[in-house]
């Protein structure tokens, strides 16, 4: 399932789009280009396996023949150093995003309301975008539908969902749930940076502030999402512990952006992990099973951190999002890519038409471009339209982020020329078709007047005749 931004999801960035200018790259970032072999993909693949292993070789010498609790302590100083980038007080490395996630509300606790007089109460719910994934990946939670006032189970917690599947958190969404009008408050608010399912757009920051100010002072532990957090952080434009100390807590990943196979990291207040950590424990087991998955973490995030890798991917989206735009799709309506102002290192990009029909223009396209545009692409319908629409999320990563402005034009121009010629002459047979049902149809309109006026005439001469 699939939700399209709709058209004014993206009014608080419309001045920011018009303002914006195409940032200029490195010229290492944007001069590579495909080999003469075999097809150049747009689309960052996961690392293989072999590549992965070779490339953590050279850091197992300092772990090797080490007891568990060396590895344990090995762990511990990832932890920190994640944490103190991040400008929070503990970390729990996990193995995945769901998992931090989990801990994250089993360590919250209802907190203690001085004032037992107050009619206003705490319950276990956890407040959630109706774009989460927490809903979409749990099929039971998305089959239920979309109800403002339904109370979800997931994996035993209870689950209340916000806001609009199809735009971004606001301060209005959440003042409708957390206010001292309402009776029942959830103890626990969870908002993803960035809505991953809304093609990587963020929450505006002075939103955030006034989002935390509330639920400060309901007492609501507020939780972030950050499965592409490093990704987002060139549009914010500050410092990622500022950006951190907008939560009581924050999860993000090491697969997403980074790039390694598995592994995840929970942090917060200390109490607040330890619990975190007991959670682990009972669930997962302790850190030294996790080995390599830590190490290769650690090593990934090391190496990208460091350096002006984020801000790289960022600006190379943002340059070539700019130029499909403007000199390929034009105005041409078959094509949506959203948001309109990127907002991390990935973007949806919407094309009309069915999977089997896009699939077969694409192939037809890459063999001739020796580029290919996506890898995975996924149907959905479009709201307000009847139209079956398909996506695929465009992100820019380590894999592909030397790929020439060039390549990208060329492989583009390719399948968007198909994609129009396709279009063009399904509206051509479109209109053939309904020609011939509308000569038909008046064809049939006319005979069965031509017969009822026989008959009419009939009847009434027959009439007269009788008389």
Avoid at 271 to 279: H, S, Y
Wanted: glycine share 6%.
């Amino acid at each position: 399932m699939s939700f399209q931004p709709a058209k004014g999801i993206d009014r608080q960035f419309e001045a920011k789009s018009k303002k914006a200018s195409v940032p200029k790259l490195p010229e290492h970032a944007s001069q590579a280009s495909q080999d003469d072999g075999e097809p150049l993909s747009l689309c960052p693949a996961p690392i293989h396996a072999r590549d992965a292993l070779s490339e953590m070789a050279a850091c197992l010498t300092h772990t090797q023949g080490q007891s568990n609790a060396e590895a344990d302590i090995c762990v511990g100083r990832f932890e920190e150093a994640v944490s103190a980038h991040l400008g929070m007080g503990m970390g729990a490395f996990m193995l995945s995003d769901i998992c931090t996630t989990l801990a994250a509300i089993a360590a919250t606790s209802q907190p203690v309301v001085q004032n037992k007089r107050s009619s206003t109460k705490h319950s276990d719910a956890v407040m959630v975008h109706y774009s989460s994934r927490i809903i979409h990946e749990d099929k039971s939670v998305a089959e239920l539908g979309f109800s403002q006032k339904a109370l979800y189970s997931f994996r035993g917690s209870s689950v209340l969902p916000y806001g609009r599947a199809d735009s971004i958190t606001t301060f209005n969404d959440i003042v409708k749930v957390i206010s001292p009008g309402c009776r029942l408050i959830p103890k626990m608010l969870i908002i993803e940076i960035p809505h991953r399912l809304l093609g990587g757009i963020s929450v505006d920051f002075d939103e955030l502030r006034r989002i935390r100010a509330l639920a400060k002072q309901h007492k609501v532990h507020m939780h972030m999402d950050g499965e592409r957090l490093w990704e987002t952080q060139p549009f914010y434009g500050r410092e990622l512990a500022n950006i951190c100390a907008m939560f009581d807590s924050v999860s993000v990943s090491f697969c997403k952006g980074v790039g390694a196979f598995a592994g995840a990291m929970l942090l917060g207040p200390t109490t607040f992990i330890q619990r975190a950590k007991a959670w682990r424990i009972k669930h997962e087991g302790p850190n030294t099973p996790n080995f390599p998955n830590w190490l290769d973490c650690e090593m990934r995030w090391a190496r990208l951190i460091s350096s002006q890798h984020f801000q790289l991917c960022f600006q190379k989206l943002s340059r070539l999002v700019h130029i499909i735009r403007e000199d390929v799709i034009k105005k041409q309506k078959c094509v949506k890519i959203y948001p309109k102002v990127v907002s991390s290192c990935s973007v949806h990009v919407y094309l009309r038409g069915g999977v089997d029909d896009l699939e077969a223009i694409h192939q037809e396209a890459s063999n001739e471009s020796k580029v290919v545009l996506w890898q995975n692409l996924s149907q959905g319908v479009k709201p307000s339209h009847s139209e079956t629409w398909c996506f695929f999320e465009w992100s820019i990563a380590e894999a592909n982020l030397h790929v020439s402005e060039d390549s990208v034009r060329h492989g583009w121009e390719a399948f968007f020329t198909r994609l129009l010629k396709f279009h063009s002459t399904l509206i051509r047979d479109t209109r053939h078709t309904s020609g011939s049902l509308l000569i038909e149809s008046k064809k049939i309109t006319g005979d069965a007047k031509f017969g009822i006026n026989r008959t009419v005439s009939e009847l009434q001469l027959e009439g007269k005749t009788g008389r």
